[in-house]
């Protein structure tokens, strides 16, 4: 197994959010991550396919004004190299801590399924992103609900081990 590739992240773009109960928003959202590249949690992968791995810390800005830490892991990837520079599917699972102006908007959320493609432009450390995620949370005023979000936007990434 190789060593853990320590990457920093930054991600800017905008976000839309389709709860099953309520009606949709759009937020523009800023993110700072760090992220342990080709780290593996376990010796195999699980039925042959899915290998936990890359765990990942962010803080995300939001406006309308919240603010969120999140903690996710991979289990599914795939590159393209012949596109572009290369064209990355990921599959994470990642769990959310938001804090609002209220409590409707201060929740604990669990995005079960998180689909990213990650397109990087040749020659940079800058790519595209899309993501889609679908989500149960449940907030501090003791509501609950499920839904869906997608984000389109750009991402910086950079090796912090050199």
Do not use: E
């Given at each position: 197994?190789?060593?853990?590739?320590?990457?920093?992240?930054?991600?800017?773009?905008?976000q839309y959010?389709?709860?099953?109960?309520?009606?949709?928003?759009?937020?523009?959202?800023?993110?700072?991550?760090?992220?342990?590249?080709?780290?593996?949690?376990?010796?195999?992968?699980?039925?042959?396919?899915?290998?936990?791995?890359?765990?990942?810390?962010?803080?995300?800005?939001?406006?309308?004004?919240?603010?969120?830490?999140?903690?996710?892991?991979?289990?599914?990837?795939?590159?393209?190299?012949?596109?572009?520079?290369?064209?990355?599917?990921?599959?994470?699972?990642?769990?959310?801590?938001?804090?609002?102006?209220?409590?409707?908007?201060?929740q604990w959320?669990?995005?079960?399924?998180?689909?990213?493609?990650?397109?990087?432009?040749?020659?940079?450390?800058?790519?595209?992103?899309?993501?889609?995620?679908?989500?149960h949370t449940?907030?501090?005023?003791?509501?609950?609900?499920?839904?869906?979000?997608?984000?389109?936007?750009?991402?910086?990434?950079?090796?912090?081990?050199?």
């Amino acid at each position: 197994m190789p060593d853990p590739n320590p990457q920093g992240t930054f991600q800017l773009g905008a976000q839309y959010d389709q709860a099953f109960t309520r009606p949709g928003q759009w937020s523009g959202v800023l993110a700072v991550g760090l992220q342990l590249t080709d780290w593996h949690l376990l010796q195999k992968p699980l039925f042959g396919m899915f290998n936990v791995q890359d765990p990942q810390f962010q803080l995300q800005m939001s406006v309308p004004a919240t603010l969120s830490a999140q903690v996710a892991w991979s289990w599914w990837k795939y590159s393209f190299p012949n596109i572009g520079k290369s064209l990355d599917l990921t599959m994470q699972t990642q769990v959310t801590r938001q804090q609002g102006s209220n409590a409707a908007q201060s929740q604990w959320m669990v995005q079960f399924l998180q689909g990213q493609a990650q397109y990087n432009f040749a020659h940079s450390n800058l790519s595209a992103i899309l993501q889609f995620n679908v989500y149960h949370t449940w907030n501090d005023d003791h509501s609950h609900y499920f839904g869906a979000q997608g984000l389109a936007g750009f991402q910086l990434t950079w090796d912090l081990h050199k």
